[in-house]
Structures are given as C-alpha cells and as structure tokens.
C-alpha cells in the first residue's frame, strides 16, 4: 500500500530555502481563490528542478485551526518550506497552503479554502511541469485532522468540485481524528474543540467515516508526540487495519509532536525516508 503513496510521492529557514535553489525553484503567495484579496488564500509552490510531470504534494499546515500560517517561523526552523524542500530533492512538487482561521470563519469555510487549493493545484500544477493527476493531500495536527477528514468523508471534496480520480493518496502526520476524544483530555482542548465545531465533534472527526474504500493512506506518529494523540491515532489504525482499509502506520522513534515537522530537510528527518522512494 505505502508503494502507491511512495510512487506519488535545524539552520535558519532563509538560508535553508536559498540554499536549496540549486534542487527547487519556489513560486510564493500564489492567489488560489480568483480575485481574492485575502492574503490566507495564498500557497507557495516548491518545484523540482530538471523534473518532468512530477508528481505533488499539498501540505495543510497545523495551528489547531485557529493560528499558524504557512510562514509559521520560516525565518527560524523553515516551517513549512522544509516539508517541501524534502520532498523536492526527491523530484515531488509541492503547494504548502495557507487557509482562513476559526473564528474569523467558520470550519467549513475553512475547508471551501482547502477545497479551493487543491483545485488550483489540480488545474494550474501542470503549467509548472507537474502531474495533475497524481496528487497527495498531506498535513499535520490539525492540517492532519483536515487531511484524514477528507480522506474518508471524500464526499466533502467531491462536492467541492474536486476530481477524487486525481488524489492519489493521503499523509496524515500526528492527526486529529476524534474530536471528542480530544475534547476529553484537557480543559484547554475542550474550549478549542468547541470554539472550532461547538456540539458537532462527530461530524467532524474523522473516525466516523471511517470506511475501507479509501485511497492509500500513510498516518505517522512522533513516540514522543502529544498525550492524547498517542491514545488515538493507534487506535484509529487499529480500527482501520480491521476494516480492511490501505493503511500504513508509522511511529517515528524519539519524535515529538513539533519534530514531526520541525525535522524536515535535516539530518533528523525520519519522515521523508517514508514518503519517498530510497535513493539508490
């Protein structure tokens, strides 16, 4: 299963993206929702170079879908141009995308902005040399929740105007999947599970759509990662593994739940190795 997704798909952040020039070319703050002023609906392409019909991934950053951007502390760690500078060294695309927050928006605009970049990508990838057809949706924590939820209620792309035949696979890193769940574990994850989605925490977790006709998903996990993730997400698997579903699961030794993506493009990362092909 891991072989389709496979197929498809710290220094100072500056310095990091100026020297990764030689191996990617970066195209940053591309308007992905026509006429839109808004600068969240914004993504940064990272294409390889020297590399024809790539394949790609778009990375749904984490902030618990009330902060961070896809900026967030590139100027110190990279996040998150070192998600897509890995994965360029390896010949795979990316669109690191930025979307409105809650509660400036509600959680489902949040996902029309998603939606909205995932189409871009699939409509404009190939004028950059890349595959319009061999896209993966990827993200982390909450980008992560964002990912698996569309991954199994594929109704809400569908519906969104989104080819499904296109997405090839889903990499959830440290997801969300029960909202409830999470709600359970602290006061301050219960303020943020209902600021973001108030009484409906089934809707919009994942686990209730789980089902096995889904495409190949590749979830991860830091060993070190947050308390109430380390009791969901192997769970999540576990049910997944008995439905049947295409599931690779992976806990990253020693990772805590900001190494999973601090760690990209360093000699830390134990990510990429799982994502992309080994190098011969």
């Known amino acids: 299963m891991r072989a389709a997704l496979l197929l498809l798909a710290a220094c100072n952040g500056a310095m990091e993206s100026y020297f990764a020039e030689d191996v990617v070319h970066q195209i940053d703050d591309v308007v992905y929702v026509d006429g839109s002023t808004d600068p969240r609906q914004r993504l940064d392409l990272v294409i390889p170079r020297d590399v024809d019909n790539f394949p790609v991934v778009v990375f749904i950053h984490g902030g618990f879908w009330i902060h961070q951007d896809k900026d967030y502390f590139q100027p110190y760690v990279g996040l998150y141009h070192n998600v897509g500078i890995a994965l360029g060294r390896h010949g795979i695309g990316s669109a690191i995308i930025d979307y409105r927050l809650v509660p400036d928006v509600t959680f489902e605009q949040q996902l029309d902005d998603v939606a909205a970049a995932i189409g871009w990508v699939h409509d404009h990838i190939a004028d950059h040399g890349g595959d319009p057809d061999s896209i993966v949706v990827a993200g982390h924590s909450a980008g992560g929740h964002i990912t698996a939820l569309l991954a199994f209620d594929d109704g809400r792309l569908a519906s969104r105007g989104i080819d499904l035949a296109s997405i090839k696979g889903y990499a959830p890193l440290s997801p969300i999947v029960d909202l409830a769940q999470m709600a359970a574990s602290s006061t301050d994850n219960a303020q943020i599970a209902d600021e973001v989605f108030g009484a409906a925490l089934a809707e919009y ?38 439905l049947g579903a295409p599931v690779t699961f992976e806990q990253i030794p020693g990772k805590t739940h900001d190494d999973m993506v601090v760690d990209f493009d360093t000699d830390d990362d134990l990510v990429t190795p799982l994502l992309v092909p080994r190098d011969d």
Request: proline residues 8%.
């Open 205 to 242: 977790s994942p686990v209730t759509y789980f089902h096995a006709a889904v495409a190949p998903v590749f979830l991860a996990l830091g060993t070190d990662d947050l308390d109430f993730l380390l009791v969901q997400v192997p769970a999540a698997e576990a049910t997944l593994e008995a």
